[in-house]
């Protein structure tokens, strides 16, 4: 048997004595060294947000915010408190030699890239299958637009967006089915939740975000109606935040920019002689006129201006806007104009269990229209000067 030497014994009986002593007064100080921190919690605008979690990093340690937003927790110095709350960016702080604190949360908004409306919901695009494109508001066409037809032209692959310069005439639209002159082209608008409804009731200044459902599968809960493509429409909504009035408006001047090459009268009348014949006396009246000239504006002028208001509190909150229209035709006597409201609300009930949402629109539009006017250029070209 091997006998360890009696002192280094000793000095380890003594070590375990001592700790075992101490252990005690180690973890009355560590107590002592905890200290109940306070603060209020808050969204960007100031906004108590109650229910907040708060959790000391690393421990089971917790608590929540009261309906003022306050909260109060046990920690000590070099603790990190972690701040949670659904709809919010989670944010962290370190205690320090002050007890009371104000933590402010950021919304978390979610990109037009990582999420699309499909139906009457929402997806990842992770997990999207379908064909459907979005397009962001500041990706829309710009200049003076009259519909949505004309903020998409050429943004899309496989959207076929054909416009003129009549302001009363919308833009066609072909997204699915044979492009043919005499077929049901119509895409199955969906704006704001509501089925079918009419897209001059939305000014363009009021979308913020466009989605375009392409194959079956996207576009098979519309049913038959869908069956040449659907364009999803969202409006503006209130943000949280303060009290928002934005004006937006813009004055534009449309000309023609090149003309078919005809003969003038002069130049009529010479070729006619030159091949031995006449006009007769009802057909030449001695003028020389320029239809085109005659029929064409030589500047269509046109204005728009868009108002809007957003307020909200802390369980909902609204938009309100109104938007002014007046397009001249670049055909003489074709003019637009247009006056559209829209008011979007959003109201929380039951503890922000259930959302209760009311959207108007109304557009009241005054058309000056001409006859023929899809023959008026080419018959432009073939009346004699």
């Known amino acids: 048997m091997r006998l360890l030497p009696l002192k280094p014994l000793y000095k380890r009986l003594i070590q375990a004595v001592l700790i075992f002593l101490m252990m005690p007064f180690s ?214 935040g303060e009290p928002v009035l934005s004006y937006n408006g813009y004055v534009s001047a449309e000309s023609v920019s090149s003309q078919l090459k005809v003969m003038d009268a002069t130049q009529l009348r010479s070729f006619v002689t030159k091949n031995n014949m006449a006009f007769t006396p009802a057909d030449d009246k001695g003028a020389n006129t320029n239809w085109q000239d005659a029929i064409e504006r030589s500047s269509a002028i046109a204005h728009n201006h868009n108002i809007s208001y957003s307020n909200t509190n802390e369980h909902g909150g609204y938009i309100a806007s109104v938007n002014y229209f007046d397009k001249q035709g670049i055909i003489q006597g074709t003019s637009l104009n247009r006056v559209i409201a829209r008011l979007n609300a959003d109201q929380y009930a039951f503890k922000d269990k259930l959302k209760l949402g009311l959207n108007v629109s109304n557009s009241v539009s005054v058309a000056n229209d001409l006859p023929y006017r899809n023959s008026i250029l080419q018959l432009a070209n073939l009346y004699l000067p």
Not at 35 to 62: E, F, I, M, Q
């Open 27 to 240: 973890l009355m100080a560590q107590n002592a060294e905890k200290k109940t921190v306070t603060g209020k919690v808050t969204d960007s605008a100031g906004a108590a947000l109650p229910g907040v979690t708060v959790t000391v990093k690393g421990t089971k340690t917790s608590a929540s915010a009261n309906e003022k937003g306050i909260f109060q927790i046990k920690a000590k110095e070099g603790d990190v408190l972690s701040f949670s709350f659904v709809g919010y960016q989670k944010k962290e702080i370190k205690v320090a030699e002050q007890s009371s604190y104000t933590v402010i949360l950021e919304n978390t908004t979610a990109a037009l890239n990582d999420v699309v409306v499909v139906g009457y919901g929402k997806s990842s695009k992770r997990t999207l299958v379908s064909a459907i494109t979005s397009v962001k508001p500041e990706d829309l066409n710009r200049g003076s637009i009259s519909d949505v037809g004309q903020l998409l032209q050429g943004k899309v692959p496989g959207l076929n967006i054909t416009s003129s310069g009549d302001p009363n005439k919308p833009a066609a639209v072909i997204l699915r089915g044979a492009s043919t002159l005499n077929g049901s082209q119509g895409v199955f608008y969906v704006i704001d939740g509501v089925l079918g409804a009419d897209i001059a009731t939305v000014a363009p200044d009021d979308i913020a975000s466009i989605d375009i459902l392409k194959d079956a599968a996207a576009t098979a809960i519309y049913g038959n109606r869908a069956s040449n493509g659907v364009i999803i429409i969202t409006t503006k909504r209130a943000k949280k």
